[in-house]
């Protein structure tokens, strides 16, 4: 694998319940993990990743958070971003 590249994980989810009953929603935890040795070029990824994530058809999703980090031993930045995911 070369750098940049992303890893993402469907870290929860969890059904929708009303007073009602349970709806056919679901919220959805998703983190992506990009990877690269530049920081400019991996800002620019985030960027990249946080407009298709609002661009999509198939669900809605907000990015809750992000965390920039430097991965020292590997020599890598590191961007984590966590999406809040309605489908």
Not at 45 to 61: G, H, I, P, Q, R
Request: aromatic residues 12%; charged residues 20%.
């Amino acid at each position: 694998v070369t750098a940049p590249y992303a890893v993402y994980a469907m870290v929860s989810g969890v059904p929708i319940t009303h007073l009602s009953g349970q709806s056919d929603r679901t919220n959805w935890r998703v983190q992506v993990d990009l990877f690269g040795r530049n920081k400019v070029d991996l800002d620019a990824l985030a960027e990249s990743v946080k407009a298709a994530m609002d661009a999509a058809t198939l669900f809605k999703s907000v990015c809750q958070n992000q965390m920039d980090l430097y991965e020292d031993p590997a020599q890598f930045y590191r961007i984590m971003l966590d999406f809040s995911v309605w489908r």
